[in-house]
């Protein structure tokens, strides 16, 4: 039994190298993914990079959707290794459907049929495996160790080893210049998959265990002697056993209110059909946890912080992920990628943030283990604002970068990396210590539920995102967005700039508040 106080459990770092090889896996695709479109599949189109930046924003938007479903089956009914298995098969699939579209690329109407299969089993595989791999992490601790933050950090370091690996090696192979190599870089991402899963199934029985020794993430706990072995507290027990459960007329009541939401959505917002669902299931589903009846108040209060942090995290998202698409084609199409006489692959800048955090996160963990100890650490929800600024800073770099630029001149490469150093540093200040924080404030028995409610956050992003990389300059021709002029990357990217600064300040604002109704967390 690993000790409860010195080093991490063993399980961690299988759950690292398993979250690796599926990170592998999304980002190779991911890093090709808008090429291809743009390249081949779609290539000659004179709208290609509307429909890349379209569909791609449904994709990643869906992507992290879905962990909604994953994480209440897993809490209801298959736990989380049941969850992780098959969610990690039906993404290998995925990926294979992906090698067979861009192998029939030329006969277009196959190869889209053979993509959005490919699609959808990425987006329901992805459902089931992200919200109950990160639920693990922190079953691997008691509720009140405090390693879980240092957990969550190498945790994260494991996504970004996959992340930093998948497009130097995916584009390297598929990125070549000719459109026919794309499906190389799709059969790596399949083969990644298939070796996430083999290596969790292998040792999962082994490692994967509380710090006394029983096994976490089996079927879900039922008994109310289960919930007290867990350390849920006695009074919140109780509560749930005199509060009844919601009935199925109320179930069905908001199944309806949430086609009714999306409807209006479509109708008279005038939304695509998947912009819609995952905005309103943005809405009714946190609605939906919130009053349910067997939360104290308390929980509902810790609830509420979640709720609030994932707004803020909207707009960081939706900024910071233009990485795959209106970051891609400034990759492509305006920076100087020439490095002595040889023409660097677009899709290596997919690594640079994940290199950036695997060199930068334990520079941040040792920045925060010292203001801890000097009683200086700030709190999650400033941590964040940092975050938000950081980004936004980015974002204004390159865009005095481009200021003035003729359309068809090219930027030194430094600019963009420039924006990727600063976009890694805020996203250390966010990403890890909000799965650690969503961890620590859920209730156990909506901790995978609430863990998809934070990616659901992402999900709205990443649609977002889709949308706002609609703006970017193309042709000449004047866009407009709620009124802000934008006729150039000068404009584009100052966008981000003011989206991203002025949340950050607001969230700032609110930190004191927040960390009061996080009270005993921090």
């Not at 240092?150 to 998948?166: C, D, K, L, P, R």
């Not at 209006?264 to 299931?281: N, T």
């Not at 108040?297 to 233009?322: D, G």
């Not at 492509?332 to 290596?348: C, L």
């Amino acid at each position: 039994m690993e000790s409860a106080k010195q080093g991490h459990p063993k399980g961690l770092y299988l759950l690292f190298v398993t979250e690796m090889w599926e990170r592998f896996s999304y980002y190779g695709m991911r890093g090709l993914f808008v090429l291809f479109m743009i390249k081949a599949l779609f290539a000659g189109q004179e709208d290609a990079q509307a429909v890349a930046s379209n569909i791609f924003g449904s994709y990643t938007g869906l992507v992290y959707l879905t962990p909604i479903l994953g994480g209440y089956i897993a809490d209801r009914y298959w736990g989380n290794r049941r969850s992780i298995f098959w969610g990690g098969v039906l993404m290998a699939i995925g990926q294979f459907f992906m090698f067979f579209s861009a192998m029939y690329y030329q006969t277009t109407e196959l190869a889209t049929y053979l993509m959005f299969c490919g699609l959808g089993l990425l987006i329901l595989g992805n459902g089931f495996f992200k919200p109950n791999i990160s639920t693990m992490v922190g079953d691997l601790y008691g509720p009140q160790d405090k390693r879980k933050d240092s957990a969550f950090t190498i945790f994260y370091m494991g996504i970004n080893v996959g992340a930093a690996i998948a497009p130097l090696w995916c584009g390297f192979v598929g990125d070549t210049g000719n459109p026919e190599d794309f499906k190389w870089g799709f059969l790596s991402a399949g083969i990644g998959m298939l070796l996430s899963v083999t290596i969790f199934e292998l040792f999962k029985d082994k490692y994967l265990v509380t710090p006394e020794g029983k096994k976490i993430g089996g079927l879900p706990m039922k008994s109310e002697e289960e919930q007290r072995e867990l350390g849920t507290d006695e009074a919140t027990i109780k509560h749930a056993e005199e509060t009844k459960p919601r009935s199925i007329v109320e179930i069905i009541a908001w199944v309806a209110g949430e086609i009714a939401f999306a409807s209006g959505l479509v109708y008279f917002a005038d939304l695509d059909i998947i912009g819609a669902i995952i905005y309103s299931v943005c809405i009714v589903l946190p609605a939906f946890i919130i009053t349910d009846r067997s939360l104290t108040k308390n929980e509902r209060t810790r609830i509420w912080v979640i709720y609030i942090i994932a707004f803020f995290v909207i707009f960081f998202w939706a900024a910071f992920e233009q990485a795959g698409v209106s970051l891609t084609f400034f990759a492509a199409n305006q920076t100087d990628r020439m490095i002595f006489g040889w023409e660097m692959p677009t899709a290596w800048f997919q690594s640079f943030n994940a290199v950036f955090i695997v060199l930068l996160a334990p520079v941040f963990a040792m920045i925060w283990q010292f203001l801890g100890k000097k009683s200086m650490e700030p709190a999650s929800p400033v941590k964040q604002a940092m975050g938000l600024m950081l980004l936004a800073l980015g974002y204004l770099v390159i865009a005095f970068g481009v200021r003035g630029l003729d359309p068809e001149a090219k930027v030194s490469i430094l600019w963009l990396t420039g924006l990727y150093l600063l976009h890694t540093m805020g996203e250390l200040c966010l990403s890890p210590i909000g799965l650690s924080m969503v961890n620590k404030l859920s209730p156990v028995r909506f901790a995978s539920l609430l863990m998809g409610v934070w990616f659901l956050s992402t999900a709205t992003a990443n649609k977002f995102a889709g949308t706002l990389s609609t703006f970017y300059p193309d042709g000449g021709t004047v866009k407009y967005f709620l009124g802000f002029e934008i006729a150039n990357l000068f404009d584009f990217f100052m966008l981000f700039v003011v989206m991203a600064g002025v949340a950050s300040i607001i969230l700032f604002l609110l930190s004191s508040t927040l960390k009061k109704m996080m009270a005993g967390i921090e």
